[in-house]
């Protein structure tokens, strides 16, 4: 008998999941060999009823995985210089794996440290307020993405997506992301799973090296040759065959250096806000009734046209922590955490909204970067220029009043909280459009609006600001062999989509070396 799929079966919260094996069993009259869950989900829009809806396949016999296989660069079409991938983000690991897959080593150079250094500083600066700027929350191994709820959920329908999800899995992620419809591996697992894959790459013969940070390029009108590489030890320069940029949202110095060298880039829509906190407890009461309470912890997602310029939420962490995210002295930066459990007593979400061309000064591609600067350091002053992050009730926040204490929910953010009108740190437009979707958005989740709700500023670090233009063998634009990647070059927006553009583009220097 050929696999055989079951979708829409729908078991109440607390059924055991064998149930799902017996249904299976008796499809195919008692014999067993195989047997997957496919697609797990919740479906709560009764909340007198919430159910697991399940999609399942199996058969008698057993099932091979097939091995996937990838051509392999033949000998004489091997580059003569590294492949260089910069950055070791999702973008820059999974390049980096699949041109391993293709037979090319890369040499991997990231501008932070290897999470175990990582961590290490990331818990000084929260504790003594000493900055690095080169490790910290945006930059070191794993990238931003390390340091936050691990979400593999994702609004593309890249066929790459589940090769994701089964590598992540390869590299020890929780099995249930392959089937989870929202699935997160968590901050605490994201850790091991790419240090593994640093080891891999090390294994099989590639380089990574840490505390490296890309300063320059020496680009010919024949494409880019040389690479200035700033490390612990010195200046080195590295003649190279191919440079990937998976530098990350926040590689502003590389964005500058790359227009210096007339790399093409131009502005890209991106938004700015806060996180917003509220008890887990209450947003899973909302979601779910008194059933929250045998259930995961639950999310949300909002979206507001309540104004001119729409908003809303983004990076949701239910049980998890805000996070200082600053990469620049004198800033303040906020993004959000959570672990495996998300077992913390507060949920938080970004809550932001667009920012407009008319919003930025000028036509550079920079002018992004400089207006996110302009409000990281309006939140640095509002703080008392400690590095704590600027904190108002939401309650205060909408009768434009500085908050004088908290209510019932309490600060997470690691660095130190201040209370401070926000008024004085997001624009005008931007502020008035954050009222309204708070309001707008208590239609759809009862007691998003609370009074105790806590703004944490400022989050502006959701995307990129600009986009490195790139032609259809995805290679810069009038520069060969230089391969903008991943969130940072305006390609991507989340883990997932990073690793998949990580994939894509290892194709294509794979494609760009066969000729």
């Not at 064998?18 to 195919?28: G, H, I, N, Q, S």
């Not at 999609?55 to 057993?62: D, G, L, M, Q, Y």
């Not at 992540?168 to 997160?184: C, T």
């Not at 709700?453 to 810069?476: G, W, Y």
Request: net charge positive; glycine share 10%.
């Amino acid at each position: 008998m050929s696999l055989r799929t079951l979708s829409d079966i729908k078991l109440p919260v607390g059924t055991d999941e064998k149930t799902l094996v017996e249904l299976a069993r008796k499809k195919t009259g008692g014999k067993l060999g195989y047997f997957a869950i496919r697609k797990k989900s919740l479906d709560a829009r009764d909340k007198n009823n919430i159910r697991f809806v399940y999609t399942i396949e199996f058969s008698k016999e057993a099932q091979t995985k097939p091995v996937r296989e990838f051509p392999r660069l033949p000998a004489e079409k091997m580059p003569n210089a590294p492949v260089l991938v910069v950055g070791s983000g999702p973008a820059g690991l999974f390049c980096a794996l699949r041109l391993i897959d293709h037979g090319i080593l890369p040499v991997v150079v990231e501008r932070g440290g290897a999470v175990e250094e990582r961590e290490r500083i990331i818990n000084d600066f929260c504790e003594n307020k000493i900055l690095d700027t080169e490790t910290n929350i945006q930059f070191g191994e794993g990238g931003a993405g390390t340091f936050s709820d691990g979400k593999l959920n994702t609004q593309t329908h890249s066929a790459l997506n589940r090769e994701v999800l089964e590598t992540f899995v390869r590299f020890g992620a929780p099995e249930e992301i392959l089937w989870l419809a929202k699935p997160h591996i968590g901050s605490d697992n994201l850790k091991r799973v790419v240090k593994n894959m640093r080891e891999y790459i090390l294994a099989q013969g590639g380089k990574v090296l840490f505390n490296t940070r890309l300063d320059d390029l020496k680009i010919t009108p024949s494409g880019v040759k040389e690479a200035v590489l700033q490390g612990r030890g010195g200046v080195e320069i590295l003649p190279v065959s191919a440079v990937v940029l998976a530098v990350g949202h926040s590689a502003r110095d590389t964005f500058s250096m790359l227009l210096s060298r007339g790399v093409p880039m131009r502005q890209k829509d991106f938004a700015v806000g806060v996180r917003i906190e509220h008890l887990q407890s209450k947003i899973g009461f909302s979601q779910y009734g008194e059933a929250y309470k045998k259930l995961p912890a639950a999310d949300y997602k909002l979206v507001s046209h309540a104004s001119e310029r729409s908003a809303f939420t983004f990076c949701m962490c239910p049980g998890g922590f805000v996070m200082p995210a600053t990469s620049e002295r004198e800033c303040v930066v906020t993004n959000g955490m959570s672990n495996y459990a998300r077992d913390g007593v507060n949920a938080n979400s970004a809550l932001i909204a667009q920012v407009t061309r008319a919003d930025l000064d000028g036509d550079s591609p920079l002018a992004g970067v400089e207006f996110q600067r302009k409000l990281e350091r309006a939140a640095y002053l509002a703080g008392g220029k400690t590095y704590a992050a600027p904190v108002q009730r939401l309650g205060d926040f909408l009768q434009d009043k500085e908050s004088s204490r908290f209510g019932e929910v309490m600060p997470t953010c690691a660095a130190g909280t201040a209370f401070a009108d926000l008024r004085a740190v997001l624009p005008a437009p931007i502020i008035g459009a954050l009222k309204n979707a708070v309001i707008d958005m208590d239609k759809k989740l009862r007691g998003f609006a609370s009074p105790d709700a806590l703004l944490t500023a400022v989050e502006t670090r959701t995307s990129s600001p600009l986009r490195i233009e790139r032609d259809e063998t995805l290679q810069s634009v009038g520069v060969k062999g230089l391969f903008p990647c991943g969130e940072g070059a305006g390609y991507a927006g989340g883990i997932t989509s990073s690793a998949t553009d990580g994939l894509r583009v290892a194709a294509a220097v794979f494609n760009a070396f066969l000729g």
